[in-house]
Structures are given as C-alpha cells and as structure tokens.
T-cell receptor
Framework: AQSVTQLDSQVPVFEEAPVELRCNYS??????LFWYVQYPNQGLQLLLK??????LVKGINGFEAEFNKSQTSFHLRKPSVHISDTAEYFC?????????????FGIGTKLQVIP | DAGITQSPRHKVTETGTPVTLRCHQT?????MYWYRQDPGHGLRLIHY???????DKGEVSDGYSVSRSKTEDFLLTLESATSSQTSVYFC??????????????FGPGTRLTVL
C-alpha cells in the first residue's frame, strides 16, 4: 500500500517571498515521485518528477524539489514566487503494483500568492 | 500538450438519470484513467483501462462503469446519477515507458452537477 500526505491544505505567501510545499509519502516498495500543478478550471500539468539519480530535481517555472529517502519526503520549493504561481499543487507517488504503475495523489495544497 | 479532450465540459442532470462522459486521446497511449476531484479528497481513481476492452476498478468505482472499445476512447457511465456524484471528472492517459513510469497527462475536466 502507498499513501501521500500533503501537510498544508492552504499556503498564503507574499509575492517574491520563498515558499515550500510539504509532501510525505509511505510505500513498502521503491517509488517515483511527482508534483503536478492545477490552475483554475484546468487539468493537472506535470511540474517535476523524481525517477532516480540526483535527489534535487528542477521543474518548470523555477520550482524544484528534493527527494529525501530517510524522511520519506519530497518537498517542493521556489525561492521567489509570482502572482501567476497561484494554483493548487498535488504531490503524487507511483509504485509498481503487479506490473501496473499505481499512482496515488495527495489531497492538494492551494498556494495563494498575495500581491 | 497531450491531445486529450473530454466531453461534455459541463453537464447538469437530475438524480436517477444516466450520464456518459467521454474521453478522447490522440496520443495512442495504452493506459487511460478516470478520476474524480472533490474538495478535501484530491483526486481519486474511479476506473482505469490498460488496453482495448481491458479495464479495472479504482478506489471509488461504486456507481460507475466504463468501456473502451477503441484505443482512443474511454467512456465513463453513471447508470443512475446521484447527488454524491456531483464532482469534477478528469481523464488521464499514460504510456508505460522507462522515461515516464507513472507519469500521467490530464484532460481539461468535466464539471458534473446532479440535482
């Protein structure tokens, strides 16, 4: 079984300030990790992913995330946010389940950037 | 952007009526998924398909059925809609290749209201 916990349902932050969105996961097997972004009235788009190798991964729009295996975390960060970053962010974990890549999503974190 | 369309984009229906939502892809991806998105629950998998005529249940499949007669189309049917099925429904696709294990591409969503 696998699960994803996004610790904050909403995160308000001032424009140009740094932000961190937290994600923890649990799984009995090795996993792949993802962050997706959802802008209002749209579907989800891939922001970044961790498959293997370097634990620091960079994504689109200046976001990055760090995989920490010992803490089972995959926190998303951006050093300086912009108004256009206002959206909902979903962490997801993928693991092999009988030949099928089962994906589990967190409940999402709404990032509100304040001018 | 992945070629995924959903129809209709918005629908209002009455309790007890049948409803069919359509997902169409032009990417020739093997896997297709139906999710529902509800506040506080994130995305929950309803059903998925791993090939033509091959489908399986997700975590919230009660009250829903699916069909896939062609690679490009995946239909979700609510046999008798209930108010608890008011939600936003997303279709997603994926292709199990080494560089994209578990990565999914999402459609724009269908907002369904059951009165």
């Amino acid at each position: 079984a696998q699960s994803v916990t996004q610790l904050d349902s909403q995160v308000p932050v001032f424009e140009e300030a740094p932000v961190e969105l937290r994600c923890n996961y649990s799984s009995s097997v090795s996993v792949y990790l993802f962050w997706y972004v959802q802008y209002p009235n749209q579907g989800l788009q891939l922001l970044l992913k961790y498959l293997s190798g370097s634990t620091l991964v960079k994504g689109i729009n200046g976001f990055e995330a760090e995989f920490n295996k010992s803490q089972t975390s995959f926190h998303l960060r951006k050093p300086s946010v912009h108004i256009s970053d206002t959206a909902e962010y979903f962490c997801a974990v993928s693991a092999n389940s009988g030949g099928y890549q089962k994906v589990t999503f967190g409940i999402g974190t709404k990032l509100q950037v304040i001018p | 952007d992945a070629g995924i369309t959903q129809s209709p984009r918005h629908k209002v229906t009455e309790t007890g009526t049948p409803v069919t939502l359509r997902c169409h892809q032009t990417e020739n991806h093997r896997y297709m998924y139906w999710y529902r998105q509800d506040p506080g629950h994130g995305l929950r998998l309803i059903h998925y398909s791993y090939g033509v005529k091959d489908t399986d249940k997700g975590e919230v499949s009660d009250g829903y059925s699916v069909s896939r007669s062609k690679t490009e189309d995946f239909l979700l049917t609510l046999e008798s809609a209930t108010s608890s099925q008011t939600s936003v429904y997303f279709c997603a696709i994926s292709e199990p290749i080494l560089s994209r294990p578990g990565e999914q591409f999402f459609g724009p969503g269908t907002r369904l209201t059951v009165l």
